[in-house]
């Protein structure tokens, strides 16, 4: 029942974002006879970003009859360069798109479009315009450049006219239109990252470019203008929205007449005030052979207008176009809907996720209080005891693994960086470009190269590192090499969908629905059986040494830790049944699980036990001083090895390692009264086998084949292999 309710509450949100009103930018107007033509991108939550949807509006006269309505639409993957209007009353609209692949179309649906040219990966087109019956396109080259390249049956060739003499590299927005059989570009220049300064304009002309008076108010920020042209005249207008400080009732429109040489302004197109207090978001005009139509985009949506008498400011609304009303078979018959659902789903876990925190923080609060009972949720319980232990092996969150991954992006996107700066790859577009996708790739190739091999050595790469968190088993211990593969292979899977449908929210949304999971698991730890833990150094973990040994406290202080010392009392009594390894590792994790039982969350509990083995016999320590004169003599001569068993328990993760080394020790032969005078120093009377090589005892010593410290009484190379096998360490 509670999944049945959670996926209806997720399948309603979804509806009530997917019926929400997307943001449309850069919009386009032209005309098919009465019929407008109207382009604009889409942005909107569900990650579809800047792709252009095309409406067909129908227009009876007059204008603003209430028949007018949206007729039809479509999408098409990729940004709209120009709208051509059509030469003769019954000709096509030409569609240029940034990639130069160009469109016509002639109907009032879609059925009439045919695409003439496919684009080329070269040239990014900015503006095109149809001059002396040919088209004209500006655009970039793949080196930066700019040019004027004209179309034909073979498609753009580069032309023979000249750029501008103007900062042209430093081009923001740039429109082209025919005014009297020649070329006029219009254009915004950049100052560093923002527009600056007025709308400037040059004519080409039999003597060259010709530069034009400047036009429009000038402002700092970013902006847009719209431009036509009649038989007659060049008209502009001016998105100023937003970007003044005093209240504004309508754009600035300007007419330029050739014989006049100067701009005249004309009274404002009178937009909505709402939409006028925020920043535009693009702005075009259209002069069709009866209407002059103009169209603006914001955060309010699109508004279009159409001219009663522009010289007196008079326009009024073209139509309802703007909201479409849907049904729910609609709606899941869109393209969108599934996006949509994938955004409910997030947001459902994520709202989840917060909910189950916030309840958290009201657990640990009253639990603050003494004879507090913790809750019954066990899924609260277990985050209690992960508060509790403040972050010391809890698995890696969101904000983590981000972190990480930002680190070690940055630290790579030099490999490809070539090809983005000549490409001039935008990662934010939700539709790739084969360029994109192919540097998109390389980079993800580097990504999970480098990460295979660092996690596969050191259990984590720099972003990790930063982030303290790194890659473990989900068993415990470091990652097997075929785990490491596994893992970053499937990265490609991880970031797959984020070219198909744009880093805004793809991403987002696994990374959102795996951190709400228990382990927090992408698709590729669960393929390889790994997480990602939260680890605290060493040097700031709280330890506990449960032996009394001097030996052994002398030896752990050398890697520079503090520790406490907690004595562990159990019985090491050997009764023969076992083998000796197996003896010392059980007396070691006896001894660690004593201390554990009055540790706090976070400690971590160091034991170890040491005994000596004489042809598979244990001696311990010596019980009186005729036991220690037998043991010494059986040794001498003879090689027995020393076997140390050491167990670490760290009680945040509830992890227990226990393992045992080995080390064989020759003796030379030695004499009865240096027996004798041994046993009188009392030097071995507490040490296994009778004797302690770190002293006097050393002498007796011939040959040492394996860990000195081990022989003392903590394998210290050993204690460091655990040490890295730890999952918070």
Known sequence: MKIIKALLLVISFSLLVGCGEESKVDPLVASIGQRVLLSYGIYDLAGKGNLNEFALLLAEKPLAAPENKLLNKGVFNGYVAALIPPTTADGQVEIVFRNGSVFAITGVDFSSLKQIYEGTKRLEFVTAARVGGSLLGFAREQSGAWGFYTFSKEGWQKSTMDIPMLPIAEIGVAQLVEYKAKPVIFWLEISGRKIDGRIRAAEYTAQGWKELPAVGERFTGIGSFGVCSTTESILLVQDIGGQSKTPITGLPFYEYQGREGEWRSIASIPFSTAGLARTGFGIDIFAGAEKLVAVRSDEAGLELLYAVDSEEGIWKPLGEFAAEEKTILDYFNSDMAFNYFLIGLSLFLLGLMLIRRRRLQTVIQRSQGSGAELPKDARLSQLLKETRIQRIGGFATLIDRGFALLIDALLLLPIPYYYINAQRADFMDSVFTAEEYYTFFIWLGALSLYTFVAEMIFGQTVGKAAARIRVRSAIGGRIRPSQALVRNVARFIDFFPVPLGGMRIWYLIAAVAASVTPRRQRVGDLLAKTVVRRYVP??????V???????????????????DIRPAHVDETYYGDTSAREFVKLIAVRKANEIVRGCDEGELVIAADTVVALEGKVLGKPQNSMHARQMLQSLSGRTHE?????????TATKQLLAAVESTEVKFREISATEIEEYIASGE???????YAIQGEGGRMVQEVLGSTSNVIGMPMELLQRMFKDLDAS
């Open 545 to 563: 040494l449960a032996s009394a040994s001097p030996r052994r406290k002398e030896l752990l202080s050398e890697l520079g830790l503090e520790f």
């Open 642 to 650: 020393v076997l140390s068993g050491v167990c670490i328990v760290d």
């Open 538 to 543: 060493l040097t700031k973990r709280k330890i």
């Open 684 to 690: 071995g009377e507490d040490k296994a086998g009778s």
